[in-house]
């Protein structure tokens, strides 16, 4: 069975720093671009950074770029989320997601419009003081 596992959410402080992690298990990540969604309370899920399945390629929401860092390790199966100069704002859900089909390319990173077919369950992020 194939899952995405999300993890290392929690309570920050605004100005503060979290790191997510997205695993993979009953699949390799390898040929997988990876997208982090998060949906917050009375709000539309939204589209907050991806990756192409090498890590060559990022994509990042205005909301976040140049406070939050998308990376993955490929051989540890798993995908990150640096958060840092966290705001209210960033308070949400979570989640990250894979589409089914697997790429060769190297640079290619989805839209956060399209369809994903793997999701997490999801981990929560505070940022309150």
């Known amino acids: 069975q194939l899952q995405l596992v999300e993890s290392g959410g929690g309570l920050v402080q605004p100005g503060g720093s979290l790191r997510l992690s997205c695993s993979a298990s009953?699949?390799?990540?390898?040929?997988?671009?990876i997208v982090w969604f998060r949906q917050a309370p009375g709000k539309e899920r939204e589209g907050v950074s991806s990756?192409?399945?090498?890590?060559?390629?990022?994509d990042y929401a205005d909301s976040v770029k140049g406070r939050f860092t998308i990376s993955r390790d490929n051989a540890k199966n798993t995908v990150y989320l640096q958060m840092n100069s966290q705001k209210p704002e960033d308070t949400a859900i979570y989640y990250c997601?894979?589409?089914?089909?697997?790429?060769?390319?190297?640079?290619?990173?989805?839209?956060?419009?399209?369809?994903?077919?793997?999701w997490g369950q999801g981990t929560q992020v505070t940022v309150s003081s």
């Open positions: 009953g699949f390799t990540l390898d040929y997988y671009p």
């Open positions: 990756i192409s399945r090498t890590g060559g390629r990022t």
């Open positions: 997601a894979a589409q089914s089909r697997r790429y060769e390319s190297t640079w290619y990173v989805p839209s956060f419009v399209e369809e994903y077919d793997y």
